[in-house]
């Protein structure tokens, strides 16, 4: 079995204790699509966006630590998945720039992320391209002065509320990433869509946007595996959201099974209520074994270890929707009521499966890797 060291130890009981002190407002921002006020002051005051940044720039950690990221994402999901994003993102929509920016646009922009001043926004998904990010449209050109960027982005969290987003877009043969400021002229940003699971999203065009040459990210031409580094450090920390996630929907259908009394007897000594109970307890454990043990790996090689991450993101994403469906299920009719933390947690469970690495696309990279090992 996994343990954390005493210093994730001492991360995690940060992580909780801002969790605990947006409980009261999780339900509010939960249903926001803009930046909750109070959500972000106390992420804000507590310093951990420091852990989604390098030291050089402000930082918590010379290398960024996927374990200290997914510890704090799951303690941050038990109680919001608006805080849970609101940190996510931070690092997530910075990351190609603290890997393959320049050294003045990294002094620039990185200090203010990882003291949330500015916040971060990663532009990959168009309007016919999710999973498939070979296919993207958008394009980038070297022009006399700058860079120009042409196209359409759509579904990007943070839309609308970033001050910067790194975009990846067409050029020539290969792939770019520029980085543009959220006042760019040229660029529109307009409301997403209206997900089950309320969430900041933006559908951004960029009609002749320029931006200065040094805002390139990477090589031009050549930046898809910086792309690619992001998700493969990233994408575990989303599994420590799922397993935050599943914890919570465990911990409330417990205590609604321990303190409901039907047939004389409280539900927990039902055999069903129990069993799917104490089943629900063995994935949850199950799931943060895995995922710790992933996070831990990608921060020595993440993309030598890209598998591992994705083998933990379905671990814990599907496990969280199997986790929630049964607490839900034990509380009977008191699990169908709108507004409750249960029917919450449901509605932000089943996004899990899907953004940064859709579970059947995952399985079937994995399924390539894995015949590929066997051959």
Same mark, same amino acid.
């Not at 060291?5 to 407002?25: G, N, T, W, Y």
């Not at 799931?287 to 020595?300: E, F, G, N, P």
């Given at each position: 079995?996994?343990?954390?060291?005493?210093?994730?130890?001492?991360?995690?009981?940060?992580?909780?204790?801002?969790?605990?002190?947006?409980?009261?407002?999780?339900?509010?921002?939960? #249903?926001?699509?803009?930046?909750?006020?109070?959500?972000?002051?106390?992420?804000?005051?507590?310093?951990?966006?420091?852990?989604?940044?390098?030291?050089?720039?402000?930082?918590?950690?010379?290398?960024?630590?996927?374990?200290?990221?997914?510890?704090?994402?799951?303690?941050?999901?038990?109680?919001?998945?608006?805080?849970?994003?609101?940190?996510?993102?931070?690092?997530?929509? #910075?990351?190609?720039?603290?890997?393959?920016?320049?050294?003045?646009?990294?002094?620039?922009?990185?200090?203010?992320?990882?003291?949330l001043e500015a916040i971060a926004g990663l532009a990959l998904t168009e309007p016919d391209v999710g999973s498939d990010l070979r296919g993207v449209t958008t394009t980038v050109e070297s022009r006399p002065g700058g860079v120009r960027v042409n196209g359409r982005k759509s579904f990007i969290t943070n839309g609308g509320a970033a001050d910067f987003y790194c975009v990846l877009g067409r050029e020539g043969e290969g792939y770019s990433m520029v980085l543009v400021p959220a006042d760019a002229p040229g660029l529109t940003v307009r409301p997403g869509a209206d997900l089950i699971a309320p969430h900041i999203l933006g559908e951004l065009h960029f009609d002749d946007v320029h931006v200065p040459e040094g805002n390139r990210l990477g090589v031009p031409g050549k930046a898809f595996s910086l792309m690619l580094q992001t998700l493969a450090v990233f994408r575990v920390t989303v599994a420590g959201s799922a397993v935050g996630l599943a914890q919570a929907a465990l911990d409330v259908a417990l205590r609604h099974a321990t303190t409901r009394e039907q047939f004389g007897r409280p539900l927990i000594g039902l055999g069903a209520v129990s069993q799917?109970?104490?089943?629900?307890?063995?994935?949850?454990?199950?799931?943060?074994?895995?995922?710790?043990?992933?996070? #831990?790996?990608?921060?020595?090689?993440?993309?030598g270890h890209l598998d591992y991450s994705s083998i933990a993101k379905v671990s814990a994403t599907e496990a969280a929707g199997r986790v929630v469906d049964r607490s839900m299920q034990a509380m009977g009719r008191f699990g169908l009521v709108r507004g409750s933390k249960i029917e919450r947690l449901y509605r932000n469970a089943r996004p899990l499966r899907v953004y940064e690495g859709a579970t059947e696309v995952l399985l079937d990279s994995l399924a390539r890797r894995l015949a590929k090992g066997a051959s």
């Open positions: 079995m996994f343990d954390l060291s005493p210093h994730h130890r001492k991360i995690q009981e940060l992580a909780r204790a801002v969790a605990a002190q947006v409980e009261d407002i999780a339900d509010e921002a939960d #249903s926001f699509v803009r930046v909750h006020p109070g959500v972000a002051a106390a992420l804000r005051d507590s310093g951990l966006t420091r852990y989604v940044v390098p030291a050089a720039y402000g930082g918590e950690d010379e290398i960024l630590d996927p374990l200290s990221i997914a510890v704090v994402r799951e303690a941050l999901m038990y109680s919001s998945a608006h805080l849970d994003s609101l940190f996510g993102m931070q690092g997530v929509g #910075s990351y190609s720039l603290a890997v393959g920016g320049a050294e003045e646009l990294k002094r620039d922009w990185l200090p203010r992320v990882a003291r799917n109970l104490a089943l629900s307890w063995v994935e949850v454990e199950s799931a943060r074994a895995v995922t710790y043990r992933a996070a #831990s790996l990608a921060r020595r090689d993440p993309l």
